[in-house]
């Protein structure tokens, strides 16, 4: 299975690619989308949704894990974000790519094992994991190979398939 990783930004996208075969996770790509300063809001999301379908095309990925939005102090910065991770589920949409959240908590447990494990030893963790020769650069690459890791760790367990069942309004049961 190929799982397509995304840390959403509109300045700089970060993406990681990776392959789950039974227990084994393999590195495929990483990388980043940037968009340039200057440009007008609307051309920069329309750039991180084409160059977000282009990394669907290339990889055709079975998921995209993506991490679920946390509100932050800087409002111009959580609205853009916002902005530019709303483009990025269009793209998974448009080619049919099943989405899957996590929290920068879920990450840090499944990568480290350690709820409050710092920024850098998740990023060494997921060279280990990964049998990479150096620390993914740059942080936006590394925080999207994370996310992938993190779904292919948990992202498949009984317990994720269960939560997401429970999440889905399709599944109501009577009484509720």
């Known amino acids: 299975m190929l799982i397509l990783g995304v ?14 075969v039974g227990v084994r996770t393999r590195y495929v790509n990483c990388g980043i989308i940037s968009t340039p300063a200057g440009e007008r809001t609307e051309k920069r999301l329309l750039d991180v949704f084409n160059n977000t379908c282009e990394l669907i095309e290339r990889y ?21 974000v916002c902005q530019a991770r709303g483009v990025i589920l269009a793209a998974a949409e448009k080619y049919s ?17 350690y709820g409050k494990a710092e ?10 994991i990964l049998k ?4 993914p650069r740059p942080d936006d690459a590394a925080d999207a190979l994370a996310l992938a890791i993190t779904h292919a760790s948990v992202g498949e367990s009984k317990l994720t398939k269960l939560q997401n069942a429970n999440l889905d309004p399709s599944r109501k049961t009577a009484g509720r």
């Open 7 to 20: 840390d959403p930004g509109i300045a700089t996208v970060g993406f990681g690619v990776i392959e789950k």
């Open 60 to 80: 055709r990925p079975e998921i995209m894990a993506i991490e679920e939005l946390f509100f932050s102090n800087n409002q111009k910065t959580a609205v853009n």
């Open 97 to 113: 790519v099943t989405v899957r959240e996590y929290t920068p908590l879920q990450v840090k447990v499944a990568v480290a094992g």
């Open 119 to 128: 920024k850098r030893q998740i990023m060494e963790m997921t060279r280990m």
């Open 132 to 135: 990479l020769p150096g620390v």
